[in-house]
């Protein structure tokens, strides 16, 4: 399976808005997977645990996780990283002043990818493949959806989102030059 990508045309320096436009990947998805169904492809690689156990280890394992962090501990899960928790918070003028309740404003999990996750680029099984931005994937399919009804003259039904998406990191605005 190839690692989808779109292209997008941003602005050098975002804070200079007559900056250059240099043209940059935008990793895609085409399918959000759950548990379930990631539980059901762990299987098929030969696990002797069916689904249901794999579901209930993967469910225990993100409720203990999360435990675990918040007790203030990084866990490490071997050739999948670490994962660890940091602070966002307002600054006060003197120890004494700090209130967690009050200045702590986001606790933020972070992931520290192992040596396994650290280079995929290197990994010789990469495949690549430019596709649409989630912007033109809406795009044809309001236009699908628009030849449709022309060519039977009746309304399409509003139900039945494509399982098409982007990477999640704020590309709709993309522009594949």
Same mark, same amino acid.
């Given at each position: 399976? *190839?690692?989808?990508?779109? #292209? ?5 320096? *975002?804070? /200079? ?14 399918? #959000? ?24 280890? #993967? ?30 918070? /307002?600054?006060? /003028? ?13 606790? $933020? ?20 493949? $430019?596709? #649409? ?16 009804? /022309? ?5 399409? =039904?509003?139900?039945?989102?494509? =399982? ?14």
């Amino acid at each position: 399976m *190839p690692i989808k990508y779109s #292209l997008s045309a941003r602005l050098m320096n *975002p804070s /200079e808005k007559d900056s250059e436009k240099r043209v940059y990947p935008m990793a895609q998805y085409t399918e #959000l997977m759950n548990m379930t169904e990631f539980a059901r492809h762990i299987q098929s690689h030969g696990s002797p645990f069916t689904r249901d156990v794999i579901v209930g280890v #993967l469910t225990a394992a993100v409720d203990c996780l999360r435990e675990q962090l918040v007790a203030g501990k990084k866990v490490n899960f071997g050739e999948m990283g670490a994962f660890y928790v940091t602070l966002r918070s /307002e600054g006060v /003028e003197d120890a004494d002043s700090f209130d967690p309740n009050v200045h702590v404003k986001n606790i $933020h999990v972070h992931w520290e990818r192992s040596k396994f996750f650290a280079d995929l680029k290197g990994d010789t099984d990469v495949k690549w493949e $430019h596709t #649409l931005t989630r912007k033109e994937m809406a795009e044809a399919r309001k236009e699908s959806k628009k030849e449709a009804t /022309e060519a039977t003259g009746s309304t399409p =039904s509003s139900g039945g989102g494509s =399982s098409s998406g982007g990477s999640g990191s704020g590309d709709s605005g993309d522009v594949t030059p």
